[in-house]
Structures are given as structure tokens and as C-alpha cells.
């Protein structure tokens, strides 16, 4: 059974939703590898025949809910991001890749961990640790902006068509470089704290990027003032 019977962008993915976001996110994300795996060769064309038989109205929801980047497309499938959202992710091709400097081709990590599988081309990743720390999820790397945070590169790989990785909120990591046409199938689980972290890997000071819910806070609060 493939992860997109049943499912489209307004009704969001049966076999996803069912899983125990809320109770046991560590599981959940363990099952929903399981799916990505699970979804054999021809990964692209049945994403492809999926995509062209959506109606109007999936059409409107999944356009409404995408997102632009610097690296990539963000092309949202399906989902409540409570618990879990799909994407298609879209790089830009290699040349253009190699320019863009902000957001997956930056060191950095996530509010929410996710598993993903490569459905074309590949990607070439590197993995960090911080030296010093067991780990990198540390609040006072914030330091109004101005903390210094050394990395050590722990793991580098090529991921090719059929690879999945998962990746926990706290990992840190960055896509060195794509090759052509490379598309990733993205299953995203529940966000588990209210910040992300693009960090310098020569050394220099960390930036914090607060989730909008936290940035819509403080613009209630300034309009009120």
C-alpha cells in the first residue's frame, strides 16, 4: 500500500495521520520512515499521476500552502502542521544551488524533526557536532545573536535516488551541493521547540530564527503598546 492511497492535499495522508504524533512522536517518526522506505521504485512517476489528478480545490490548498526559497521549492502535499506535513521539496539545479547561501544550503538545524527520502537526483550532506556539547539543543546559543559556536564535521555523504534519512530537531547539518533535478519526499513531525539555529561553521557568532508563532506574540504585544 503506498503512502498516497487515500490522500490528497485537503484531506491530508491517511497512513500519516494515524500514527502517534501526539503520544509517541519518537515512534511516529520511526513509522513514517518505515512508509518512505516502504514506497518502492517509480517513486517520481507516482508522485507525478498523483499531483495530475488533483482537483481544483487540491490544487488551491497545495499552492496556498507552498513556500519559496533560496535553495528550493517547498511544495506542501498534505497535512496539519500540529502533527505532521508532507512536502515535495524542489532544488534549485546545481549551478543555481551553489549560489543560494541561506535556509538548506546553510549549517543549521530545525524546529521539528522529519525523515525524507530521496525520489531524483541526489544530494551530497555533512553532518556536525559541536565541540564540547553532547548535543546541540542549548538555548544560550542564542546569545542576542553574538554566541560563538565551534563545529566539528562529524559524517559526509552522498544520499542518491531510494536513500532516507531521518533527522532529529537538534541535528545539524547542511546540503553542500545537488545534483540536477533533485526532488526530496518529506514527511515532517510535530514541532518540538520554538526555534531553529543557522550556525557558522568557521566559527563566528549563531543566528536564532523564532517560529512566526513567537514572532506574532511580540507583534501583538509592540501593536499594543
Known amino acids: 500500500?503506498?503512502?498516497?492511497?487515500?490522500?490528497?492535499?485537503?484531506?491530508?495522508?491517511?497512513?500519516?495521520?494515524?500514527?502517534?504524533?501526539?503520544?509517541?512522536?519518537?515512534?511516529?517518526?520511526?513509522?513514517?520512515?518505515?512508509?518512505?522506505e516502504e514506497e518502492g521504485e517509480g517513486l517520481a512517476r507516482r508522485?507525478?499521476?498523483?499531483?495530475?489528478?488533483?482537483?481544483?480545490?487540491?490544487?488551491?490548498?497545495?499552492?496556498?500552502?507552498?513556500?519559496?526559497?533560496?535553495s528550493h521549492h517547498k511544495w506542501c502535499?498534505?497535512?496539519?502542521?500540529?502533527?505532521?506535513?508532507?512536502?515535495?521539496?524542489?532544488?534549485?539545479?546545481?549551478?543555481?544551488?551553489?549560489?543560494?547561501?541561506?535556509?538548506?544550503?546553510?549549517?543549521?538545524?530545525?524546529?521539528?524533526?522529519?525523515?525524507?527520502?530521496?525520489?531524483?537526483?541526489?544530494?551530497?550532506?555533512?553532518?556536525?557536532?559541536?565541540?564540547g556539547q553532547d548535543n546541540a539543543e542549548h538555548r544560550e546559543f542564542d546569545g542576542g545573536g553574538n554566541a560563538h559556536v565551534e563545529l566539528r564535521p562529524a559524517k559526509q555523504t552522498w544520499l542518491r535516488e531510494g536513500d532516507v534519512v531521518t533527522l532529529d530537531h537538534h541535528d545539524i547539518h547542511q546540503i553542500d551541493k545537488v545534483a540536477a533535478r533533485t526532488c526530496t519526499l518529506l514527511i515532517q513531525g510535530p514541532v518540538r521547540r520554538d526555534f531553529s539555529t543557522v550556525f557558522n561553521p568557521s566559527g563566528g557568532p549563531v543566528k536564532i530564527i523564532d517560529a512566526h508563532e513567537t514572532l506574532l506574540s511580540r507583534l501583538t504585544h509592540r501593536l499594543s503598546d
Open 77 to 131: 502535499l498534505g497535512g496539519d502542521h500540529h502533527d505532521y506535513v508532507v512536502w515535495l521539496h524542489q532544488y534549485k539545479e546545481p549551478a543555481e544551488f551553489a549560489e543560494a547561501e541561506g535556509f538548506a544550503a546553510s549549517t543549521h538545524n530545525h524546529r521539528y524533526g522529519f525523515s525524507s527520502r530521496v525520489v531524483s537526483g541526489g544530494l551530497h550532506t555533512t553532518w556536525f557536532h559541536v565541540v
Open 47 to 70: 508522485i507525478s499521476l498523483w499531483l495530475s489528478a488533483l482537483d481544483q480545490r487540491d490544487v488551491d490548498s497545495l499552492l496556498s500552502r507552498s513556500m519559496y526559497r533560496s
Open 1 to 36: 500500500m503506498t503512502m498516497f492511497e487515500g490522500a490528497s492535499p485537503t484531506v491530508g495522508f491517511p497512513s500519516i495521520a494515524g500514527l502517534a504524533w501526539s503520544e509517541d512522536p519518537d515512534r511516529a517518526h520511526v513509522e513514517a520512515r518505515k512508509l518512505l
